[in-house]
Every structure is written in C-alpha cells, then in structure tokens.
C-alpha cells in the first residue's frame, strides 16, 4: 500500500488529464475487474493516490477548488477504460458530496479517517427503523451497492416516520454478500447485497431522502455552489455520465481496429463504417456537451440566486434520460458492425457494449419516465407519483 499523498489538483482541465494518464492500465486490468467482480485494488489505490477521489469532497474534507462538475468529466474519461471503473469512481464521489448536507457530526464522523472515505449504498427504502433513544434500531436488505468491497460506509434507504430517509452506516454494522453480483455488464462494479442486522442508528446519521439542498443541515458549511442545489437535481448525472465514456471507448477500439486497414469488406475504405463511425462519434460528443453544459450551468444558476423552476428541472432530467439514450445508439450501431472478433471476451468493444447497456438500465436513467415527466410539464400537467 502506497503511503503517497494525494496531489493538489487545480483546475478540471488538470483532473481530465490524470484521469487520461490512467486509461492505459484501466484497459489492461478491465478483465481482471470483471474476474474479480469488483474494481481491483491497486485501482482504488490509483485513483486515490491521482487525487481524483477528492475532488467531490467538501472543501473542509480535502476537496478541491472546483465543485462536483468535475468528477463528472472525469467519470466521462475513465469509462473510456473500463465502464466499472467509471461508474464505482464517480458513486463514490457523489457519496461524500452527499455526506456534506448531513449534520455536522456525521460529517465528521465518516470523514474520521482521511479524505479518502470510501462508500457503497442503496437508495431504495428498504430498511426498517425502530424508533430508540437516540436514534433506531434497523434490519434490512439493499440490492446494487456500488463499490461495496471498497467502501468503509455504506449510504442505505428507510422508510422513516415521516418518509424515506437516508442512513449513514460504518461496515461493522452491515455485511457485504460476496456471492450476489453474477451479471451481464459492469461485472466489476461489485454491486453486491448487503444486509444489516439490528444496527443503531443515530439520529444525526439520517436525513430525509428530499431534504439534500439548500436548506439541509449543514450545506452552508462548504461554500459550494452545488450544495443551493436540489440533490436529486444533480444526482443522475452521476450515472450516465460514465456510459459516455463507454461508448467513447468503443469508438476508439473501432476506430484503433479500422485505420490503416484497407481492402475489401471491413475496412476503412468502407463507406458503411465510416457513415456509422459518424453518427455514432456525433451522438457521444453531442452526449459529452449536455452533461458538460448542463451541470455547469445548473450549478451558476443557482450560484447566481436562481431557482430552478418545475420545467427546468424536469428538462435536464429528460436531457439525462437522452445523454444514456444517445449513449446506447452510439454503442450498438459500432458493435453491430464490428465484426466476428468482437465476440471475444478479451475484446473491449463487447465489454463496453455489455457496460453501456448495463448502466443504462438504471432506474434513475429510464427514458420513458423521464420523457413523460417533461411532457406533462410541458403541457401543463400536475407531475405523476414516484413509480
């Protein structure tokens, strides 16, 4: 284990490019992580020594200048690599972005070892809380837990007394199953059940699952922009802001397979490839440019005292829907043209087609849900119940 410290870094430029660096190694270990079923460790390391698991944190926890926009360009970078490396990076930044609107004293309390905590969670409500002294008692079962064998926490979902709540756990007090994650794509993302028998729950360590924003309980401590925010407002991007970067990486495998190569049949003199190269090289930077767009100026916006209205905020959840939409076309319209050899396990371009695919079958990223919510506010409509 190396005792490095973490460099400063400056500027999102700057975290784009250590991110970059990375590519290489990422690729070499992409199929060790599907192996292991989770992202291997000297991984972790490697992005901790980069720095770059640091820069969602709260200022007064080791993050940097720049706010959580960043980690979003670099989760955009790593998924060129390797799709699960992405996705666990960018889960755990947004956690410890999240940790800085509970109260005070779980702040403290779970960045108690470094900058550099580490956890896994589950969002849906599934835990049961027994109202004690002090806090609860809860039992419960969570599936998808991102990043679990990494994590030291772990961010569940209860139903609490007035609605779903948010719990911050330290691992003594949940278990990771190790044998839960056997799955067509982002295998290595060690998204694991993980179960919590009779633990105590502090009071301090809850808040409401629509209580991240502007008036949570200790967002005023940071000076971030992001913090005026809504939480769930933001959160998406998280997801599928990695499935760019997979389908990025399937254009460089093809484009890498393709040039120089000549000849009949597939090759880059046929017309076929190149007009798909296109489309799909179109729909991913046209991809990259929303998430880039709309999480800064979504973040200026309400650095500048604005609130953002009904149909703003369910226009860029509908531009999130269409960012793993655009994603997903790019992705299968290179690997249906990309031959018998990328069938093979040891090729890239499956792997990150079976990534691509596996992500955007996040709740959070359903297109239909999400473009009916547009429309009924578009018309007019009163927005539908959570379904």
């Not at 992405?86 to 930044?93: L, Q």
Request: charge should be negative; glycine fraction near 10%; aromatic fraction near 8%.
């Amino acid at each position: 284990m190396t005792t490095t410290e973490p460099r400063t870094i400056g500027s999102t430029a700057e975290a784009v490019e250590l991110a970059r660096a990375l590519l290489p190694v990422l690729r070499e270990r992409a199929t060790r992580a599907e192996e292991l079923r989770q992202v291997p460790p000297e991984t972790v390391q490697d992005l901790k020594d980069a720095g770059l698991l640091r820069i969602p944190n709260p200022p007064r926890f080791g993050g940097y200048e720049m706010d959580i926009d960043t980690m979003f360009q670099v989760g955009m970078e790593l998924g060129r690599a390797c799709g699960s490396t992405a996705w666990c990076s960018n889960v755990w930044g947004i956690h410890n972005w999240m940790v800085g609107h509970w109260p005070e004293q779980a702040q403290d309390e779970y960045f108690a070892t470094g900058p550099d905590t580490l956890s896994s969670s589950s969002f849906g409500p599934m835990g049961k809380l027994t109202p004690v002294d002090g806090g609860y008692r809860m039992t419960g079962r969570w599936e998808f837990s991102s990043g679990s064998n990494a994590g030291t926490w772990a961010l569940l979902g209860a139903m609490g007394e007035r609605g779903p709540v948010f719990t911050l756990v330290p691992r003594p007090d949940y278990e990771v199953l190790e044998d839960t994650w056997h799955v067509s794509g982002l295998k290595g993302t060690g998204s694991k059940d993980v179960v919590v028998e009779d633990a105590f729950v502090p009071y301090h360590r809850t808040i409401a699952m629509m209580g991240m924003g502007p008036m949570s309980p200790a967002s005023g401590l940071h000076g971030r922009d992001s913090y005026k925010l809504f939480g769930m407002s933001i959160l998406p991007f998280t997801l599928c802001s990695p499935l760019v970067g997979m389908a990025q990486g399937i254009i460089d495998a093809f484009t890498e397979r393709y040039t120089g190569k000549m000849g009949p049949g597939r090759s880059a003199e046929s017309v076929a490839l190149q007009l798909r190269l296109a489309e799909s090289s179109a729909e991913v930077d046209t991809a990259r440019l929303i998430v880039t767009h709309h999480t800064r100026e979504m973040i200026e916006r309400v650095g500048r005292g604005q609130t953002l209205s009904e149909l703003d905020r369910v226009t860029y959840a509908r531009d999130i829907g269409f960012v793993a939409k655009l994603s997903v076309r790019a992705a299968n319209r290179l690997f249906e043209a990309a031959g018998g050899h990328s069938l093979f396990e040891s090729d890239p371009i499956q792997r990150l087609w079976r990534d691509t695919h596996a992500g955007a079958h996040q709740m959070a990223l359903y297109w239909d849900n999400l473009a009916e919510g547009y429309g009924r506010a578009a018309f007019g409509l009163p927005p539908v119940a959570f379904r």
